[in-house]
C-alpha cells in the first residue's frame, strides 16, 4: 500500500531532515524534504502529496500555523513533530487537526511505525464497508463518502480532517450502539492504538464542536460510563452521492 506514497517533510534542521529522508526513503516512501512552509507549498502545487510531517519549530511561519493553513483547505494526513516535553504544542497541534504527533528525540522505528498507522487511518474510511457512492444522512446532515465532505443542514461544508471524517463514519455505520474506546480503536485499524488512544478523546470533542449545538449537552455524540460514546441520531443510507444538499 504504502509502495509509492509520497511523504513531504518540514524540517530545518539539516541533520534531522536528512535522517528521516534516508530512513522513510529505505522503507520505499517517496520523500521530499522541505525547510519552509513556502517550501512545502511549492512541492504541493508540483506533485501530489500523501502525507506531512511537520516540525513545530520553524524559522518564520510554525509549524502550527501551517497546519492550521492546510486544516484549512484539505484532509491531508499531517504528522507533527514536537519538542521533547512540549505538551502544549502536542495538544495544539490535535486540536488544529494534525492526525498524530511525534515527540523528538524518536528513532527510525517509530517514525516508520507512525507514518504507516496514520496512512492506514487515512485510508481506512476510503470504503470498505460503504459504497463509496453512498451518503449518510442524518438529523439533516449529510456525509459524502465520494467526495469525503460532511455538509451540515443548511447546506454548507465543514472541513473535518480524515481523522474526523473516518470516527464520524464509523459512528454513522453504528449509530444508537454504546462503542467503547478499544471499539473504535479496533474499527480504525488503528496499530499505534497507545498513541491514538491518548487522542481519540481530543479528535472526538473536535469533531463535537463542529456538530453539535451544545458542547454541555451534545445531542449527536454521547458519552457513556467508562469511557465510552454512542451516536444518538437514525442514519440514512442513501445512493445519492450527487445530490446537492438542499
Ligand atoms: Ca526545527
Known amino acids: 500500500m504504502d509502495a509509492a506514497s509520497h511523504v513531504a517533510i518540514v524540517e530545518d534542521d539539516p541533520d534531522i531532515s536528512r535522517t528521516m529522508v534516508s530512513c522513510l526513503t529505505e522503507h520505499g516512501f517517496k520523500v521530499t524534504p522541505a525547510r519552509s512552509g513556502r517550501d512545502l507549498d511549492r512541492v504541493m502545487s508540483d506533485s501530489k502529496v500523501d502525507l506531512v510531517i511537520l516540525d513545530v519549530g520553524l524559522p518564520g511561519e510554525d509549524g ?57 487511518r487515512s485510508a481506512a474510511s476510503e470504503p470498505a464497508a460503504v459504497e463509496a457512492s453512498q451518503t449518510l444522512v442524518f438529523e439533516g446532515w449529510r456525509l459524502d463518502m465520494a467526495r469525503r465532505q460532511l455538509f451540515d443542514p443548511t447546506g ?30 479496533d474499527m480504525l485499524h488503528g496499530r499505534a492504538a497507545a498513541v491514538f488512544d491518548r487522542s481519540i478523546d481530543v479528535q472526538i470533542s473536535r469533531l463535537r464542536r463542529k456538530i453539535e449545538t451544545s458542547l454541555k449537552d451534545p445531542s449527536f455524540i454521547k458519552t457513556v460510563r467508562y469511557g465510552g460514546y454512542v451516536f444518538t441520531p437514525q442514519v440514512i443510507a442513501t445512493a445519492e452521492a450527487s445530490l446537492q444538499p438542499p
Open 64 to 120: 502550527l500555523s501551517i497546519c492550521r493553513r492546510l486544516r484549512g483547505k484539505s484532509t491531508i494526513p499531517i504528522i507533527m513533530v514536537t519538542a521533547h516535553g512540549t505538551d502544549t504544542d502536542r495538544i495544539v497541534g490535535l486540536e488544529l487537526g494534525a492526525d498524530d504527533y511525534l515527540p523528538k528525540p524518536f528513532n527510525s522505528r517509530e517514525l516508520v511505525a507512525r507514518v504507516r498507522a496514520v496512512m492506514r
Open 156 to 185: 454548507a461544508t465543514r472541513s473535518l480532517t480524515s481523522g474526523e471524517f473516518n470516527i464520524l463514519t464509523i459512528f454513522c455505520q453504528n449509530s444508537r450502539k454504546v462503542m467503547s474506546r478499544d471499539d473504535l480503536l
